[in-house]
């Protein structure tokens, strides 16, 4: 579907497009433009989570903002008008877009209008039509910030047309107020620019400041032409630092970060949180795994010693060099060669056609803790990457997530899944497969316990491994030739070796 519809010859409308696979709805989390800013062609114009992830969304033609249909926050159905443009600014009678001082109005829903051609001669990106890849070339914006605004709205484009996700730096400043949302805390008034009051920085200042979760507008520039630097950045973020630095999880852990707690006046007994989102999506998920695949779990306790001993040393290979070497590399590639010579595990099962589909790749899961709750992305064809390509793969699929950047794309076509609870102190638990896949390995914490070692009892690395499998694909038998398998090669990882 196209996500544009054309009301008059002067303006255009764009609709919440389908960001997913079959996705019905998103939330709009933040606007980057307000009635009344300049856009052009492929700019990021805001920030919607889908059940799956939160994507960015670039508007297909240039004009000035005219309207936004629903402020942040706003859950809304895919085809929905979101944003009204202005494409031919100055002509008619119509009346002006709202200047940005002015007090916005409420949002009025509009009916869906119809579908729009594709304009021709531009390329699909993931919305709408952007444009081709020979032409992404931008109109330059007034002020002293066009030069830094249009190199990152190329980059965005650029990346989106190459099929990745936009890097953090080429997002657009700080969104805008709309009806109905809150008024922004009164903040130190930063010398910037006329241009819609927009704080000046360089995309990698602008990422930097996100990651630190500073809101640019709050920060005073010192650079030229009041351009805010990284040391403005750091000045600010320097009052919230706490006093000693959080300790760093291990480097085997899964991605977690915690959302900041909203405040909660101290006489409330209840808070009630609106289940939407990544949430939602994992709870309608779960369900339907828990009450469709009949699950088994099984277990295993195993001495790690050698794979703790292992790990240590490709951290000094030179083969190595430049990739993140922990246990859940060991692990991961542990289950490959398990899978590898027990091949029957990896399979799904199809209800509408009573089949039992045999997959002949592995696209391994990895479950990470996010802000916007779990997610599952995977290594694609994991099962033909090397131990320094499944390193590198890793350590994409770990800073992406930690980004927020992980695309539908990257969660689906799973077919099995680690998840390593260790990370949280905890032995093990009974996982719960993730839809549509055959089995799911949790990996507990690895603890120096007593354990029996060539007749003695001595100091080991010990961790609990448990598997859960769908019981219509896999039987007893099979699944515990797997987790047995997974045990001996952690037990003694030369078997990588021998096995593979």
Request: aromatic share 4%; net charge negative.
């Amino acid at each position: 579907m196209t996500t544009m519809t054309e009301t008059s010859a002067r303006f255009r409308e764009f609709k919440m497009p389908d960001v997913g696979e079959g996705l019905t709805e998103a939330e709009i989390l933040k606007w980057f433009v307000q009635p009344g800013d300049t856009v052009t062609d492929g700019q990021v114009v805001c920030e919607v989570e889908t059940a799956k992830a939160a994507v960015e969304l670039p508007i297909p033609f240039d004009g000035v903002v005219h309207e936004l249909r629903f402020p942040e926050g706003t859950t809304v159905d895919v085809g929905q008008v979101i944003i009204a443009i202005d494409v031919a600014p100055g002509s008619g009678d119509a009346p002006a877009p709202a200047p940005a001082a002015a007090p916005a109005q409420e949002p009025v829903e509009s009916a869906d209008s119809g579908d729009g051609d594709a304009p021709k001669g531009r390329t699909p990106v993931l919305v709408g039509y952007g444009v081709a890849e020979s032409s992404t070339k931008r109109r330059p914006r007034k002020g002293a910030s066009a030069a830094p605004e249009a190199a990152a709205v190329a980059a965005a484009v650029q990346a989106e047309l190459n099929g990745h996700a936009a890097p953090a730096a080429a997002a657009a400043p700080a969104a805008a107020p709309v009806a109905g949302a809150p008024a922004p805390p009164a903040a130190p008034a930063p010398a910037v620019p006329a241009q819609g009051g927009r704080p000046l920085a360089k995309p990698p200042v602008r990422k930097l400041a996100k990651d630190l979760g500073i809101d640019l507008a709050t920060v005073v520039p010192t650079g030229k032409d009041g351009v805010i630097t990284r040391e403005d950045v750091h000045a600010a973020a320097a009052p919230a630092e706490a006093p000693e630095a959080a300790p760093v999880p291990p480097a085997s852990a899964p991605v977690t970060a915690e959302a900041p707690a909203a405040a909660v006046p101290a006489s409330a007994r209840e808070t009630r949180i609106p289940v939407k989102g990544v949430r939602k999506a994992i709870a309608q998920a779960m369900v339907g795994s828990a009450f469709t695949a009949p699950h088994v779990t099984e277990f295993v306790t195993v001495d790690v010693t050698r794979t703790m001993k292992l790990v240590a040393e490709l951290k000094e290979d030179k083969d190595m060099a430049g990739v993140r070497v922990n246990p859940l590399l060991i692990i991961a590639k542990a289950l490959l060669v398990a899978i590898k010579r027990n091949p029957e595990v990896n399979a799904a099962w199809d209800e509408a056609n009573q089949e039992i589909v045999q997959k002949h790749y592995v696209n391994l899961g990895i479950a990470a803790a996010t802000p916007r709750g779990l997610i599952v992305p995977n290594i694609k064809d994991a099962h033909d990457k090397t131990l320094p390509q499944l390193a590198a793969a890793l350590g994409e699929l770990v800073s992406t997530a930690r980004d927020g950047k992980t695309s539908p794309a990257a969660m689906a076509g799973g077919t099995v899944t680690i998840t390593n609870v260790g990370v949280f102190g905890v032995d093990t638990g009974t996982p719960i497969l993730n839809p549509g896949e055959s089995a799911i390995l949790a990996v507990g914490a690895i603890k120096l316990q007593p354990w029996v070692h060539k007749g003695k009892v001595k100091p080991r690395q010990v961790t609990t491994l448990a598997l859960s499998f769908d019981h219509r694909l896999v039987d007893g038998e099979l699944g515990s030739k797997v987790l047995a398998d997974v045990a001996a090669i952690l037990e003694q990882p030369k078997r990588l070796i021998t096995w593979a």
